[in-house]
């Protein structure tokens, strides 16, 4: 298992969404649940394909399936709060996309409280086998 935290620095994240955080977010601890993190991942990313790659989920001949996620936490987060996930594009494959989303409280810490981030790869809607990365999405992708 290999740390993330030398990605907790706000300066390796090119793309940028805020998030409130809600009572209900909070668990037993009086900290946000592990789970949000993971929807604040997911939704980063979605957003992220959507403003800044076109990419329509419900009209593109591919579909993205995760196939791996990962988090690691450093410092907790508690409601009320609001958050700033940051991403940037780590690596692209033939078929798939790691991306890393860093996790900073009250849009001003320099330091993510966690880190994580999906593993994509790109299927045809059709068949649901890999398919390569069109070159258009990809020209996106790698200016993040």
Not at 43 to 70: A, R
Request: glycine content about 4%.
């Amino acid at each position: 298992l290999s740390s993330l935290s030398s990605y907790r620095d706000r300066s390796f994240y090119k793309y940028f969404v805020d998030f409130q955080t809600r009572l209900r977010d909070n668990d037993c601890y009086g900290h946000v649940n592990y789970v949000v993190y993971g929807e604040w991942i997911d939704s980063t990313i979605d957003k992220f394909l959507i403003e800044q790659c076109s990419f329509d989920h419900s009209k593109s001949s591919l579909l993205d399936y995760v196939v791996y996620s990962h988090c690691e936490y450093y410092s907790p987060i508690s409601y009320p709060s609001i958050i700033s996930a940051g991403l940037f594009v780590k690596r692209i494959g033939k078929s798939s996309v790691d991306y890393q989303v860093g996790i900073f409280e009250n849009n001003k810490s320099l330091k993510a409280s966690a880190v994580g981030g999906f593993t994509s790869v790109f299927v045809d809607r059709m068949n649901q086998r890999p398919h390569s990365i069109d070159e258009q999405l990809r020209k996106q992708l790698l200016s993040y």
